[in-house]
């Protein structure tokens, strides 16, 4: 009988201490909930990753959207990361050159390196953007998820698209953990697959967002984290939706382990 290897056994083969730490936090906390914390101002952030932060793996930010972002923000969240024990993700989507992308990543107002353990990048313009993330974030043991495949309605990410991004994080694992994308790419257990369009009920949003259920990603898609934005940040009690989601993802992988 083929064994599916828990979370537990993959941050034993991963070499990165970013994947083996998150691997370890899914399984000891049990959860491979992210939160897509898509909130505007600094005390939301803080307020929102303190009352989830028991309940997910990942908590995810789009740091540009804060719309009075002071360095002290960054500073409270990773206090925040460390006593509830989740990685912190900024979800720049890097798109540019290797030269450009150096420079966001490392300086500007935000100096996203410095804070964020893991950020993620468009493959679409060829290795050279990984190669400048990498200049910058390898020494600071950060990790970068490559964009393989998007939860938005007619996207442009289809045919060999994935499969090109699959050959250039093999080529940088030591800086490439996994992917953002909506299936499975790859059965080597190192590569994290994390899919965000996620609630409790299929769906979609007026502008395009698609959404699948927490069973249909982990379940049937077989990928290891489901990213949630709204279906918690805009219930009615966020800790009691964070709640609902974790463990709606972890039984579905432990379903998932019994196929
Ligand atoms: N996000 C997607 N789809 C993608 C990628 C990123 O939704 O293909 I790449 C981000 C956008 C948002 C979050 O920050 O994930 C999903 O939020 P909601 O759960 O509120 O739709």
Known sequence: VKRVLTYGDRAKLCSHSVAKFLFTTMEDKQTNLALSADVTTGAELLRLADAVGPHICILKTHIDIISDFK???????SHLAEKHGFLIFEDRKFADIGNTVKHQYSSGVYRISDWSHIINAHALPGPGIVQGLKEVGLVKDRACLLIAEMSSKGNLATGDYAKATL???????????????QSKLSNDPNWVHITPGVKLTRGKDSLGQQYLTPREVICDKECDIIIVGRGITEAEDSVVAAKAFQEAGYNAYLERMQK
Do not use: Q
Not at 71 to 77: E, G, I, S
Not at 167 to 176: P, T
């Open 71 to 77: 360095p002290d923000l960054v500073h409270d969240l």
């Open 167 to 181: 050959k250039m994080a093999e080529e940088h694992d030591d800086f490439v953990i996994g992917f953002i994308t």
